[in-house]
């Protein structure tokens, strides 16, 4: 059986970039290796109205868990300051339901989905699976994370999430919590789904993720664990190539992630969009340069803000307890005020510059990291 291209990964680049690919008129295969789209969930379900816009999904009531009011981090100390979100228009969706909304987009755009298929095997136009062999113009590299570390695990950080109920989860109240010792250049955080349910998790640079998470539940006091997802997360940035012969890569498998978060429903969704608009205008045209816009067209739109994440990465790994709380005292009312009222969930890093960018934190920051800040600044 021939496609014009195959897909290898049912998750939301993947199956975006299918959909883009099928919308052309052109024939399109989604393999996915587990037994059900959108399971298992290692996402925390976080992004903007305007991104799920931007993505061409209005989120249907099974999609669409709540919204976010407020935000609050807590320092090592026990500082803490609260974000007012209303503005930003976050929302907390349910993955499960939200990768299979994209995928019902793709089959009704003429995409075929096998889930419980593995890809074995790529060798001179054709794609060995699980289910057979296949013919295809164009291999679609959707597979997550897992392909990358194969190639560089020190992009890589373990992290552990459970979905839970606990009493002390507050409908629309997202938790983040920073500590160097217990969760080294990450941090920890509660995600409602609801009040009294929700997902919470941890990651670091080589800690044991079980271990870490299960202490910071006890801590939080009485909840049930009712699902439990152990999976490595990539915070190095973009691959250096999206595109490689006939293999264009997508979403986590090309380190579209946020390099702050992790998070990467937005930013992967795109590159899936990207991608899918790229291949479709190769197979009508045959110029590979069709197919680098793709890389390009991404770069022009997340490409500084990456830049600036992965150094704000490098300084959230080198900063010790005692820094995070001084980074903390520095933050006024008015800066909190102006970040609730202004920044971009989808591009984050001008809330913290106006962190560093007041006389208080500057020092600290320059005290660190010395002239390097500017480039953050700048």
């Not at 799920?52 to 099974?62: A, H, M, Q, Y």
């Not at 998790?201 to 271990?211: K, L, Q, S, T």
């Not at 197919?291 to 390009?296: G, M, V």
Request: hydrophobic share 40%; proline share 2%.
């Amino acid at each position: 059986m021939s496609f014009d291209v195959i897909v290898a990964g049912g998750s939301v680049a993947g199956l975006f970039c299918a959909r883009e690919v099928a919308k052309s008129g052109h024939s399109v295969l989604v393999i996915e290796e587990d037994f059900e789209i959108g399971s298992p969930e290692h996402c925390g379900g976080l992004v903007s109205a305007s991104g799920l816009e931007d993505l061409g999904i209005v989120p249907s009531t099974k999609t669409l868990d709540n919204q976010i009011h407020s935000a609050v981090l807590s320092s090592p100390g026990g500082s803490k300051i609260t974000i007012d979100a209303k503005k930003q228009n976050v929302v907390v969706i349910n993955r499960r339901e939200f990768d299979k909304q994209i995928a019902y987009q793709a089959q009704k755009n003429g995409a075929e989905i096998k889930v419980k298929t593995s890809l074995k095997e790529v060798k001179n136009n054709q794609v060995v699976t699980t289910a057979g062999t296949f013919d295809c113009k164009i291999i679609v590299d959707a597979r997550g994370v897992s392909a990358l570390v194969q190639k560089d695990r020190t992009g890589t950080l373990q992290s552990a999430q459970y979905e839970i109920y606990a009493d002390w989860i507050q409908k629309g109240l997202v938790e983040v919590n920073f500590d160097s010792e217990r969760y080294p250049g990450f941090f920890s955080w509660v995600i409602p789904a609801g009040n009294g349910m929700g997902k919470v998790g941890v990651a670091g640079r080589a800690i044991n993720a079980m271990n870490t998470l299960e202490k910071f539940l006890d801590q939080k006091g009485k909840h049930s664990i009712i699902r439990k997802v152990f999976a490595p997360i990539w915070v190095n940035g973009p691959i250096e190539r999206f595109v490689t012969g006939d293999i264009v890569t997508v979403g986590d498998a090309a380190g579209q992630s946020k390099p702050t978060t992790a998070g990467g429903i937005y930013s992967c969704g795109i590159g899936g969009i990207f991608g899918g608009r790229a291949i479709s205008e190769f197979l009508q045209s045959g110029k590979s340069s069709d197919l680098d816009k793709y890389q390009e067209s991404w770069q022009k739109k997340f490409g500084k803000e990456f830049e600036k994440q992965l150094f704000a990465r490098r300084m959230l790994e080198r900063i010790d307890n005692k820094t995070i709380d001084k980074l903390f005292e520095t933050i006024t009312p008015e800066m909190l005020q102006d970040i609730s009222k202004n920044d971009d969930f989808d591009f984050h890093t001008s809330a913290i510059v106006k962190m560093l960018g007041v006389k208080g934190s500057l020092k600290v920051a320059q005290t660190i990291f010395g002239s390097e800040v500017r480039r953050l600044l700048g």
